[in-house]
């Protein structure tokens, strides 16, 4: 079966290679046993986003997309992923400049909520993607509702993100602190929690969480997939 080349615009090491994985390792329930689409990933360094995001210079980190983009395209890809919540932030800056088309990560999510029924969301994520409009805009448009943590929360969740997830280090207490703040947006009424960085699926998953999840990473990927199995688009 000919399939599309996919293209991963990697940031976070962790979130690119659970991505990657998830595409590689369930490609054989569509196309047979060890089969999966053509795939090729670039990532400029996890430092050079985390600069730009810093100083709240979106121009800056939609630059870095759109480098990686051109490589993918030149590389082959047919279209582009981004396992990466937090940078979709720039990705309207990419509009009429991407080489290629891009899936949008909260824009997939969005759709699976949709899909099972979901009516109030709680988002999790960076302080950078919780206090954006990523999230809000997907849900919003597909009539769904949603809720950010507190600030305490969104504070100590960015904290456990950067200096614990993305590199790579899985504490039963930052298990604990997650489930916490999922109970508090449950309390508040949200039926279901967005994982809204790639690396939280790592260590919360519906059999752990207060609420059902989305897996922002396995969903993209997923959608991914399906995509590099239809033709390509012209």
Not at 10 to 23: K, M, V
Not at 36 to 61: K, Q, W
Not at 145 to 170: K, Q, Y
């Amino acid at each position: 079966m000919a399939t599309q080349h996919i293209g991963i615009v990697a940031c976070s090491a962790e979130g690119a290679a659970l991505c990657y994985r998830t595409i590689c390792t369930e490609a054989a329930q569509l196309l047979g046993a060890h089969a999966h689409p053509e795939l090729t990933m670039h990532g400029h360094s996890l430092a050079d986003y985390v600069a730009c995001l810093e100083r709240g210079d979106l121009a800056g980190v939609a630059a870095l997309m759109l480098s990686s983009a051109y490589k993918l395209a030149r590389s082959g890809a047919d279209f582009l992923i981004c396992p990466d919540n937090t940078i979709h932030q720039a990705l309207p800056l990419l509009q009429g400049r991407s080489p290629l088309p891009w899936l949008h990560i909260a824009e997939v999510v969005a759709d699976a909520a949709a899909a099972r029924g979901f009516r109030q969301l709680g988002i999790t994520g960076t302080r950078w993607l919780v206090d954006s409009a990523v999230y809000p805009d997907a849900l919003a448009s597909r009539g769904l509702g949603w809720l950010r943590p507190g600030d305490t929360d969104r504070d100590e969740i960015d904290r456990l993100i950067m200096e614990e997830l993305v590199p790579g280090v899985f504490t039963p207490a930052a298990v604990a602190s997650f489930q916490r703040v999922i109970a508090g947006l449950q309390a508040q009424g949200c039926d279901a929690v967005v994982l809204g960085c790639t690396e939280i699926p790592l260590i919360i998953h519906d059999g752990n969480s207060p609420l059902p999840t989305l897996d922002s990473t396995r969903l993209l990927a997923r959608a991914a997939l399906q995509r590099a199995c239809r033709p390509a688009e012209s």
